[in-house]
DNA sequence: GCGACAGTTCGGTATCAGCCGAACCATCCG
DNA sequence: CGGATGGTTCGGCTGATACCGAACTGTCGC
């Protein structure tokens, strides 16, 4: 538990951790210009992740791409970083671009999350397709047939007839949006159909004009895409 | 983020942490006892700690008590914990009697956990009481029947008219007991009927002997009490 | 083969954070 | 009041570890 903490604890470790959160794989090099630090301590501080399996690797041509090791491992920094947010006092960070793009929406490991994922969220629990709660979620009769339409897969894991969906806490927004079996699919299917678009080496998403429109007609959003965010309370 | 983990990243601070998941607040002293640090040292830790939102205190009479601040903080430190199981290599950690106590049953925060937990988790699913997967878990209309026939309290905290039932990751035995209000009321419940107690210092539950009869007549469970547990795979 | 690029290893430096004991403050109890 | 107990603050010590540059390995493409 202890050296699990330590590596997370580092400045340096952390940030290349949170890009990897983005769900993309990255090489070396590209981690270690995000952490500014050299090749050669970027090169330390990765055999350290992956000796504690909390980074995987795969060799592809000359590149190294590091990605996070599973999805326990992506739960556990979601929290960690949950807990942060609560500690930091309410609006720390200075407002940018930059910023203002990852609150706007972002990915979280293997689904959405920012304004964004929580308005999906909200949207499909006004409609009566989930329940979510700060224990657990699950998806209605209604909102299986919806989500099948929408084009998502959904076979539940297990035997259970249930499909669960597991809350994340945005620690942007505070409130949850939609992680596990069913956000991943959301998000794959935005993606898909080409209403969202991820950048390299940001976690930040863009969304298109085709999904402007798609996630207005299919989910009843509609984006303020100014960086009018309130952030207020 | 950074900080957060760095704070868990240090053997005394997560020693105590740990300590405190028991559910129990604990005394500086005590736990500066338990992490076999100086009181002076101990004393610094928890002033970080608490500086940072993970610990709360209440002063009693001329005793600090300190204990975990939040749910969210709890669910963190599980999860890391959960991560750091993975990681470790089967059984490195030494047998003792201590350890034994500790996997037959013990607390995490405000729910049991260990063989026990497990065990009662797993005959709940057996009956159709609870539906549990890796992403999430609900109480089935019999499930709530027969819990508040036990003696549970279950209102469900929003409208929703589900009640939902978090799964938290045993690092002893790897496999998913009961978290959330449903947990928490189950070990509040067996408290209360007398058939566990809880030791001072350590997170180990003793089931007594209305408690061993008591659990095989309502959930079905019969205990092997002596440290004959198998871990096989 | 030969530059160019990706990544690792090594040696040396320096900072940082944990640790303790001693002194100190506060509360309790006889 | 005075000793005992719980806890914090302070100053100084020390070990761990993050950092870099330079040298090295290996792969790619021309």
């Not at 699990?4 to 590596?7: M, R, Y």
């Not at 964004?116 to 969220?121: E, K």
């Not at 397709?129 to 979510?132: A, F, G, N």
């Not at 047939?145 to 929408?150: K, Q, T």
């Given at each position: 538990?202890?050296e699990?903490?330590?590596?997370v604890?580092?400045t340096a470790?952390?940030t290349m951790?949170s890009a990897?959160m983005?769900?993309q794989a990255?090489?070396?090099?590209?981690l270690?210009?995000l952490?500014?630090?050299?090749?050669?301590t970027?090169?330390?501080?990765?055999?350290?992740?992956i000796?504690?399996?909390?980074l995987?690797?795969?060799?592809?041509?000359?590149?190294?791409?590091?990605?996070?090791a599973s999805p326990?491992?992506?739960k556990m920094?979601e929290?960690?970083?949950?807990?942060a947010a609560?500690?930091?006092?309410p609006r720390?960070?200075?407002?940018?671009?930059?910023n203002?793009?990852?609150?706007?929406?972002?990915?979280c490991y293997?689904?959405?999350a920012g304004q964004?994922?929580?308005?999906?969220?909200d949207?499909?629990?006004?409609?009566g397709?989930?329940?979510?709660t700060d224990?657990?979620?699950?998806?209605?009769?209604?909102?299986a047939?919806?989500?099948?339409?929408?084009g998502?897969?959904?076979?539940?894991?297990s035997?259970?007839?249930r499909?669960?969906?597991?809350p994340?806490?945005?620690?942007s927004?505070r409130r949850?949006h939609?992680?596990?079996?069913i956000?991943?699919?959301i998000?794959r299917?935005?993606?898909?159909?080409?209403w969202?678009q991820?950048?390299?080496?940001?976690?930040?998403?863009?969304?298109?004009?085709t999904?402007?429109?798609?996630l207005?007609d299919?989910?009843?959003?509609?984006?303020?895409l100014?960086?009018?965010?309130s952030?207020?309370a």
């Open positions: 538990m202890v699990v903490a330590a590596l604890g580092d470790r952390a951790l990897l983005g769900g990255l090489t070396a090099s590209e270690s210009a952490a500014r630090i050299s090749k050669s970027a090169s330390g501080h990765l055999k350290k992740l000796g504690a399996r909390l995987a690797v795969t060799q592809k041509r000359r590149n190294r791409y590091y990605r996070i326990l491992v992506a920094l929290s960690i970083k949950a807990v609560l500690e930091t006092p720390y960070q200075p407002r940018s671009i930059q203002d793009r990852l609150r706007m929406a972002r990915t293997d689904h959405l964004l994922g929580v308005a999906i969220a949207a499909l629990v006004a409609k397709y989930i329940v979510l224990e657990g979620g699950e998806v209605t009769d209604s909102g047939h919806f989500l099948r339409d929408f998502a897969e959904l076979r539940p894991k035997r259970s007839r499909i669960f969906c597991r994340c806490l945005d620690w927004e949850y939609i992680a596990g079996l956000g991943a699919e998000w299917r935005c993606l898909e159909l080409g969202l991820r950048n390299r080496n940001t976690r930040a998403v863009q969304v298109t004009r999904g402007q429109i798609g207005r299919v989910f009843g959003i509609t984006l303020k100014d960086s009018s965010s952030r207020s």
